[in-house]
């Protein structure tokens, strides 16, 4: 039976039983792979089936990676861009972890619509990785560990738990020469500090309730003890004394700024260096969770990183490295650090 349609102004025609206005996967593929071999330079022929057997590999990991409704950012000529340039990387290198690391970094940047600081962050992290080595990689995820987050732990089993599978795959590969820092700066990934922080003073500042070993209620000065009292815990690690919260040092601070603290602040301030384990006794604890951490804190301080902080680049990259090393066991998104 013939069917006739009309339209009327802004009217959209639609004739069958299914109907995709967006991208669908198999389109998806072929844009993708026609942005390779539509720009591909000009190789010898052999070269050139190598280099397009690698980038089909890679374009179809990418697809199957992304939801349906990342597609569509296909037919932006930035994501185009960014693609081919991934695309050719690999082609070349057929390196399997750079092109994994890409694969992470062109999901996030497809996934990412606004043109913000991450997207500004992911369309240069691309361009910048595959001027980066293993150990780089290694390196910039060891500091994002060490320096730029916190580890959901309420326990010192827990603490350790964690670093056993977030440290400790990224920490047997760390190697990193003064040449290596001074690379990375150059590569827009770090940014020099004034400030040294060795591995026991890092994560005494950021789990300073995980590494003390508490204090007697009666320390606490006569005028703040009723006020402080019940902010503070048992010890985890003796029962017999009390501690401030499972807090990093900077979230206590805005503690002490709360009204009812605030007449307390410098008390609090006080507390919080009570019973705090040495950076020596730290880095002891850390090396001894597991057999790729026993001799890290000593490769970690000897190192320039500690004069060092990660720049958004760096961030991203070291970000992507980890997921991609350790999986489900990091699952944090780039926003919370980029954004």
């Known amino acids: 039976m013939r069917q006739n349609q009309r339209a009327g102004d802004n009217s959209i025609n639609v004739q069958g039983d299914v109907v995709n206005f967006g991208v669908s996967y198999r389109d998806a593929r072929e844009i993708a792979k026609d942005v390779f071999e539509e720009n591909i330079v000009k190789f010898t022929q052999v070269a050139r089936d190598t280099a397009s057997e690698r980038a089909h590999d890679f374009t179809d990991k990418l697809i199957s990676s992304l939801p349906v409704e990342a597609l569509k950012s296909l037919q932006d000529p930035d994501v185009q861009r960014s693609l081919f340039y991934a695309q050719q990387e690999f082609a070349c290198s057929g390196e399997q972890d750079l092109g994994e690391l890409l694969i992470k970094l062109l999901a996030d940047r497809m996934q990412s619509a606004d043109r913000g600081v991450k997207t500004l962050a992911l369309n240069e992290a691309l361009r910048t990785a595959p001027k980066l080595t293993s150990r780089h990689f290694a390196a910039l995820s060891v500091l994002m560990v060490c320096i730029h987050t916190k580890l959901g732990a309420d326990s010192v089993e827990r603490l350790h738990k964690s670093l056993s599978q977030v440290l400790s795959p990224i920490a047997k590969d760390f190697q990193i020469t003064r040449a290596d820092v001074t690379y990375l700066e150059y590569a827009g990934c770090l940014s020099s500090t004034a400030f040294t922080k060795n591995l026991g003073d890092a994560f005494s500042s950021t789990y300073p309730g995980l590494f003390t070993k508490g204090f007697m209620g009666d320390w606490i000065l006569e005028g703040s003890r009723s006020a402080l009292i019940p902010l503070t815990q048992e010890c985890l690690r003796d029962p017999e004394m009390i501690q401030l919260p499972i807090l990093p040092k900077n979230d206590i601070l805005k503690l002490a700024d709360q009204e009812a603290f605030r007449p307390h602040k410098k008390e609090i301030e006080r507390l919080i260096g009570i019973g705090l384990m040495t950076a020596e006794e730290i880095e002891r604890e850390i090396s001894r969770i597991d057999e790729d951490l026993a001799d890290f804190p000593e490769r970690y301080n000897s190192s320039s990183l500690v004069n060092c902080q990660l720049t958004a680049i760096g961030t991203t990259l070291a ?21």
């Open 319 to 339: 970000h992507t490295n980890l997921k991609r090393v350790v999986g489900d066991h990091f699952d944090a998104e780039l926003d919370v650090w980029v954004h």
